[in-house]
């Protein structure tokens, strides 16, 4: 493990600014915990020498009771921040009831959660697992499955996916593959076959692509990892037309930019434009592991019993807190107050990239509550200044500086964490580049 990484900005105390409650005792708490990590996990994190114990709404606490306004939100999962009282309820209801049973039998929960989904998306069939990677899995394995079903009868043999550049879509074999960045690749060979990556935003590389042997595009309605990308306007839309003439399906993977989190429920309804199929994680279980794969009844035909399967999936525990997440979101008024905040945040990035100005940052996008600052430099030392200040913000592809704090972050607590943004940002120095 890393020792904890100097910020090369200067910082003045702030309002945010960690306190430490005892700074006698328990000053190591934070790195003893880290040490013992780096003996017993595997290396493939580099977690800060944070070790953070509790949350609370936009709050979270370390160790040693430094806190920290959270705008990372656990990289876009804590739909209804930390804590939250009906998530909390709604698990603790489950807990003493059922836990675990397999898809064996049948479970309210999860029949539950599949009508709200159906209920308020295009989707009518609703499969479960347990994450995003898992979601897009059976995303792509119902579009090879759905073409070779259909492929009998004509003799097509449809089984490519043509994806994107800058791309994220999981680290499983099938997912690492359609993925868009070469390095999540390196010594993991050879990939899934049959996978073309495009440009992009370009409807002409993707026109190229297709052929009588296309099974599906799948694309992110913004890049989330790949650097907070808006896709160019009527792209989505274009993309519909090409899947439609083409005859494969169009699967939008709203893993990172659903449940609200860009000012509707579902990113892509923005755009005017329905998929076959959308998949769902992160913040569908407000911090709890759950994904989903959702489509119409048609296609979902093609998953007979025996195709594909998740001991995990549908667990009753993650799709009660999920029930509570989607009634939250829809009856509790959060996604109403995401769209506000994200409007509040995005005006107020604005500003400080024009009092900055473009010799370090040089781009400010996003949509909602998923938000990018384009840096000249790499966002690191922006983020370990930040955390020094008592706020939590990641980094996405491409030197981006990432913001998707909680959709219940209040209007106080964006101006805090602006503030502290501000200050960070007019301070740091990035090396001219080479
Ligand atoms: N798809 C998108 C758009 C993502 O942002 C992510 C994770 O960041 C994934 C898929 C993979 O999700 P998970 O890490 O839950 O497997």
Redo the contacts with the bound molecule.
Sequence with gaps: MSAKTEPSVKTEPTKTQPVKSEPTDSESRNSEIANRGSHVLVGNYAPAPVALVRGEGSWLYDAEDNRFLDLMGG?ATATLGHAHPKLRAALEAQASQLWHVSNLYTTEPQIGLAERITRNSFAEAVYFCN????A?EAALKLARRHHHDRGAKSGEERFEIIAFDGA????TLF?VSVTGTPAYWKGFGPLVPGIHHVPWGDLEAVREKLSIKTAAIIV?PIQ??GGVRLPPPGFLKGLRALADENGCLLIF?E??VGMGRTGTLFAHEQEDVIPDVMTL??ALGGGIPI?AMCTTRELAAALVPGTHASTFGGNPLACAVSCAVFDELLEGGVLDHAKSMGERLGEGLDAIAAEVGPGKVIDSRGRGLLRGLELTGPPGPVIDACRELGVLVISAGGNVLRLAPPLTISEEEIDEGLAVLRQVLSEVEFAPSA
């Design positions: 990289i994450s995003g990677a898992e897009n994220f879509h999981g680290r997912t992110e989330g990892e993977d893993v990172q994680a992160k994904g």
